[in-house]
């Protein structure tokens, strides 16, 4: 078990450019949530998968941001025509998802930060 | 809709005094609770949670919580503060109707002072 892992750790970017950020879950975990958290605040839900099916998406996430799990192991996180409010830590999460409500493990996060 | 409230942004203890994070919830089912740590740059640690159980759940590294229904509660302790314990700390709640989902409080910085 090697943990959460999320890359880029850090990514600057302009406005306007688009961005992907990749997190792959501990082996094995079927289920994979996606988070923002900006400076002060708690993480808050994006979006998440049960293997490859993108079952809820928060209203936070606009059209610019796409989520995938093609094979239902890693996910990228990709937003579009990047603004400087989308500065924020990206952090993933994963769960085994065997039944009901589980306990959450996180990766270190991408903190992004829009020019 | 479920909510996290935490009762203090920051919080400042002496090493060896007891620590208090405290931690009020809303729901309209019974909840399941989370307390995570989150230390600088890095991402969350789980250090305890409760689903339903003993009201008194043990985590790592000495912390426990109690929760209480009565008073919508589930306020995180340890007897005695270390240095490694300064860090920032979140309470969370996800609804038993959810896919699992967590809504996180806006988290309590903790301080130690030697």
């Known amino acids: 078990d090697t943990g959460v892992s999320q890359n880029p750790r850090h990514k600057i970017t302009k406005r306007g450019q688009n961005v992907t950020f990749r997190c792959d879950p501990i082996s094995e975990h079927n289920r994979l949530y996606w988070y923002r958290q900006t400076l002060g605040q708690g993480p808050e839900f994006l979006t998440y998968f049960q293997n490859e099916a993108q079952l809820e998406k928060s209203r936070l996430l606009s059209d610019r941001f796409s989520a995938e799990r093609p094979k239902g192991s890693f996910s990228t996180l990709e937003i579009q025509r990047t603004e400087q409010g989308d500065s924020a830590m990206y952090l993933c999460a994963s769960s085994p998802g065997l039944a009901g409500v589980e306990a959450q493990y996180f990766g270190p996060g991408t903190r992004l930060l829009v020019l | ?114």
């Open chain 2, 1 to 114: 809709a479920q909510s996290v409230t935490q009762l203090g942004s920051h919080v400042s203890v002496s090493e060896g005094a007891l620590v208090l994070l405290r931690c009020n919830y809303s729901s309209s089912v019974p909840p399941y609770l989370f307390w995570y740590v989150q230390y600088p740059n890095q991402g969350l640690q789980l250090l305890l949670k409760y689903t339903s159980a003993a009201t008194l759940v043990k985590g790592i590294n000495g912390f426990e919580a109690e929760f209480k229904k009565s008073e919508t509660s589930f306020h995180l302790t340890k007897p005695s503060a270390h240095m490694s314990d300064a860090a920032e700390y979140f309470c969370a709640v996800s609804d038993r109707g959810s896919q699992g989902n967590l809504i996180f409080g806006k988290g309590t910085k903790l301080s130690v002072k030697p």
